[in-house]
């Protein structure tokens, strides 16, 4: 059990978790996903669907701009939600251009589509459950030789089924290398997820994390204090 602890309850600095968010909203969120919505043919409906849950989650994100340290906790939970989020809006931008870039007809891709979206989201957490508990991340962080093969069928069936969709419904290779990609980054984004699951595992297990992060969730002025201290002493 020491082993899970010590593997699961790494914290990076309120710094980082500030300069993520900046660049997670920025880059992944709008820039990768949100702009495809916006680029000609223009959809209304498909845009509305994104820019939601967009905006929801880039208001409060704002709070781990502003004051990170003070909003520490709360951090992991923010990142798992996100995580969903971001990989929704990349379903919306896949969906967008299947439907007015590639001009497919009928409720089949979209349906396959969610069924493939919920698979990855719960194929990821399901895989996170599965190596923290069997000591899977433990053994990574002492670069132990493992199998890796659980890590990846989320993801690739995620990816395939994309794949299978582009090719069925047209001949483009500029549109089948943007799915892809897209596809590619919702990777990315639904293994985030899992921090939904860290978040409360913290919450269960505060006393550890405090154990071995002191600091953590106090606001930066107590920090300093804390700081000095030590070094009076």
């Not at 929801?56 to 951090?75: A, F, M, Q, R, V």
């Not at 299947?98 to 396959?112: A, D, H, T, V």
């Not at 505060?206 to 154990?211: H, I, K, N, P, S």
Request: with cysteine; hydrophobic share 50%.
């Amino acid at each position: 059990m020491d082993n899970i602890f010590s593997s699961y309850l790494k914290f990076d600095s309120p710094k980082s978790n500030k300069e993520g968010v900046i660049g997670y909203l920025l880059l992944f969120l709008y820039l990768m996903g949100v702009f495809p919505i916006l680029a000609v043919p223009f959809s209304l409906p498909f845009l509305l669907a994104a820019i939601v849950p967009a905006t929801l989650i880039t208001c409060w994100g704002i709070i781990y701009i502003i004051d990170p340290y003070k909003y520490e906790k709360s951090y992991y939970l923010y990142l798992g939600v996100y995580g969903v989020v971001n990989t929704y809006v990349f379903f919306v931008s896949i969906q967008k251009m299947l439907y007015k870039n590639l001009e497919i007809n009928g409720w089949s891709p979209f349906m396959f589509n969610i069924i493939l979206f919920i698979l990855l989201i719960l194929g990821m957490n399901w895989m996170n459950w599965k190596a923290l508990y069997s000591e899977t991340y433990y053994k990574l962080q002492q670069k132990s030789s493992i199998p890796v093969g659980w890590a990846s069928i989320a993801g690739a069936s995620y990816i395939l089924g994309q794949i299978i969709l582009s090719v069925v419904y047209t001949d483009s290779g500029i549109s089948i290398l943007m799915i892809v990609c897209l596809t590619l980054l919702s990777f990315f984004t639904a293994f985030l997820s899992i921090n939904i699951h860290r978040y409360f595992f913290i919450r269960k297990h505060m006393d550890r994390a405090l154990a071995i992060y002191p600091e953590f969730g106090l606001p930066k002025d107590e920090r300093r204090r804390k700081k000095k201290k030590k070094r009076k002493r």
